[in-house]
């Protein structure tokens, strides 16, 4: 019974936090289906990432809030529907509503039949940014949920190697702890400029961080 009313009480204060987080007050304002868009935001408003024109692939796009704002980003005058400027791919394993003008692809990333559909929407054209929010499910055990995260991120990094246009970008979420000094150093063997980058929007608790990755090595 104590471990009930434990349980319990954590849910409740975990949920009230989140009923008063500012960030998804913000999201319900603004439209978006979470308050994850906002860690893009902050990213793409450090690095000048994103503009119209731009090809976007969004790997771990559900449930859609990063595809949102980058569909609001290559619209004219930022709009949610309407005209768009550039091409958005987003993939994910889970379900994701669907968003004007977005081409989604719902799949398995480590599966090479999923990495052929996005490859088919892609059409041959150099990719401008990719972005990644995928994150395998965590078991608890630091040194598997590290080889779990280190081999999504590597995958991405395939992918962005052979599709991203020589100026491109690479954006991907990862944790500290486990593997973490290897993917920075896979990073720096890859792109020109690197920078880890913490969002004000990503928790304060949570071991969560942005790595950017600017401009293909030859």
Wanted: net charge positive; charged share 25%; hydrophobic share 40%.
């Amino acid at each position: 019974m104590k471990i009930k009313t434990k349980s319990k009480k954590v849910d409740k204060a975990w949920l009230n936090s989140h009923v008063n987080d500012p960030y998804v007050k913000a999201a319900q304002k603004d439209g978006y289906r979470a308050r994850a868009a906002y860690k893009l935001k902050e990213i793409d408003e450090a690095f000048k990432l994103i503009k119209p024109g731009d090809i976007v692939v969004d790997l771990g796009c559900a449930p859609g809030a990063w595809s949102q704002y980058l569909r609001r980003r290559l619209a004219p005058q930022g709009a949610a529907v309407g005209s768009l400027q550039g091409a958005i791919i987003s993939l994910d394993l889970l379900p994701m509503e669907s968003i004007e003008g977005v081409h989604y692809i719902q799949g398995d990333f480590r599966e090479g039949s999923v990495l052929a559909q996005l490859e088919e929407a892609v059409q041959g054209r150099p990719v401008d940014v990719v972005v990644s929010d995928m994150a395998p499910n965590l078991s608890g055990n630091g040194t598997t949920d590290g080889a779990r995260v280190a081999h999504l991120i590597e995958l991405a990094v395939d992918f962005a190697t052979q599709h991203l246009q020589p100026d491109g970008a690479l954006v991907v979420k990862l944790f500290h702890g486990s593997g973490y000094e290897e993917l920075v150093a896979l990073f720096r063997q890859t792109f020109r400029v690197v920078k880890p980058y913490k969002p004000k929007s990503s928790r304060d608790r949570s071991s969560e961080t942005f790595l950017i990755g600017m401009g293909l090595k030859p």
